[in-house]
């Protein structure tokens, strides 16, 4: 039956376009807990491992690996609470950090290298260098970030996957 056959090969077409014109491939939510140094690097390690089974290239792996330590390691040394939503999508993957917490009234002043308000506890941990936010930026292809005192940080942080790094 001839015309069947294209009529589903027709829809097959559709449905196949439709799936990959979506944005979204993959979403998933990792909330971290301020103050919990026992889980600290879990939800960045979650996420490398699970960039590397989706089959990206070990150098986007590793910068977004690099990046969501930093920001999870931030909501657990500032923030009452927080999360990273990761979604990987055609092209590019984008983590969106949020938390609840002080916020950063001098977010220039906080970008800065070697600037921290880790306490000595925290840097006795090895924390502290004041290199995080940095690093983030260095890291990503795109990186927004506003707070708000009192509320809490938001960061937004973009990484291409096709191997466009500058
Ligand atoms: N989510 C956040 N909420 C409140 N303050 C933050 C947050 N993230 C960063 N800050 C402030 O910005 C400063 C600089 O952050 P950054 O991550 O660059 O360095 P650090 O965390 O102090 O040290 P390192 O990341 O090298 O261990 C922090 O010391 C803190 O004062
Ligand atoms: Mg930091």
Redesign the pocket.
């Known amino acids: 039956m001839p015309h069947v056959r294209s009529v589903l090969e027709g829809l097959w077409i559709v449905f196949r376009e439709k799936a990959m014109t979506q944005d979204s491939v993959f979403r998933q939510n990792y909330p971290v807990k301020g103050g919990d140094f026992a889980r600290a690097g879990n939800v960045s390690w979650e996420i490398k491992n699970l960039l590397k089974e989706l089959g990206l290239s070990t150098a986007v792996v590793l910068r977004a690996a690099i990046a969501t330590y ?1 920001a999870e ?3 657990i ?3 009452l609470e927080g999360r990273l939503a990761l979604s990987v999508m055609p092209g590019k993957i984008l983590v969106i950090v949020e ?1 609840s ?4 009234e001098d977010i220039e002043l ?2 800065t290298e070697g ?4 306490t000595p506890e925290m840097r006795e941990l090895g ?8 690093n983030i930026k260095k890291n990503t292809d795109a990186f927004l970030i506003t707070s708000e005192v009192g509320r809490g ?1 938001r960061l937004e942080l973009t990484f291409l996957t096709n191997g466009q790094h500058r």
């Not at 917490?101 to 950063?104: K, L, M, V």
């Not at 924390?127 to 940095?134: D, K, N, R, S, Y």
């Open positions: 930093e390691m931030n909501i040394m500032y923030a938390d917490g002080p916020g950063i906080a970008m600037y921290s308000t880790a924390f502290g260098a004041g290199m995080g936010l940095a940080t």
